[in-house]
């Protein structure tokens, strides 16, 4: 049964999208995830507090976000013509303020809290959507199974309402939350990175025990054919010989317990960007995405042990 008055904390809600799961979908991303993975290009889904972005190119040098902060965390970052603002964020609370008074929306606040209620009276805003293009909604972050009760609130009132849904995960969950929220999802994106558990541990910041287990369970359980395992490719990390023997093996005897539906590799880009509007150094070297050449290859490899791969 739903959780009456159940809510979460997201950072964005996509309309519209058509890169995570079949169809038109609209991607509610929850905030806060266990991962620390080096190429995240979420990395506002990180933590689960609320966080100021900085797009300095809307930036009207005004001074008007300054006068707008309650605890004086907004200064002059030069006394030239412009007066681009400087954060110290040990001393923002994250009301959002500045955010509210720039003219030129230049800073955004990332992180609010929703109900249930309010998310699916949007989500239903485009039911006719949904049911023209075969989409639905899709819980994505962050890592959703971070925030367990919301979710699951969030995935019974959608099958209530008849709205299809699709979960975007690490699959890094507790095997008894996993287990009691699986039923409720109509499609796993499941990320798969990497095999090795000390490497995984090193570059995305937590075992993958449970990432695996959960994986295989829903496999076993026979939930394989509505299971996209997507594979993000970083060169030198992801797509070592070391690793993708790993997970050829892996994927192998996936198939051998009845396989999964597809295998999707999503090539790495450069998200520093990112990283800079939330005031946090980039953790990646400077890094060139794979090549087009690189990701045949691979689709090759992965596709001849009998695997749906694109």
Known sequence: MVILGASGRIFDIQRFSIHDGPGIRTTVFLKGCPLRCLWCHNPEGISPEPELMFFEYKC??????????????LTPSS??????????????????QCAEACPGEAWRLVGRMISVEELLTFL???RLLYERSGGGATFSGGEPLDQPDFLRAALWECRRLGIPTALDTSGFAPPETFREIAPLVDLFLYDLKLLDPVEHQRFAGVPNTWILRNLLWLVESGRGKDVIVRIPVVPTLTDTEHNLRALSRFLADLQGHGGVREIHLLPYHDVAEKYARLGKPYPMPPLAGPSGAALSALRERLASAGLCVR
Do not use: M, S
Request: aromatic share 2%.
């Open 60 to 73: 009207l040098g005004c001074g008007t976000c300054f006068r707008a902060c309650p605890v004086g965390a």
């Open 79 to 96: 006394a030239g013509e412009k007066n681009v603002p400087r954060l110290d964020r040990e001393r923002c609370t994250g009301c959002g």
């Open 124 to 126: 239903e805003r485009d």
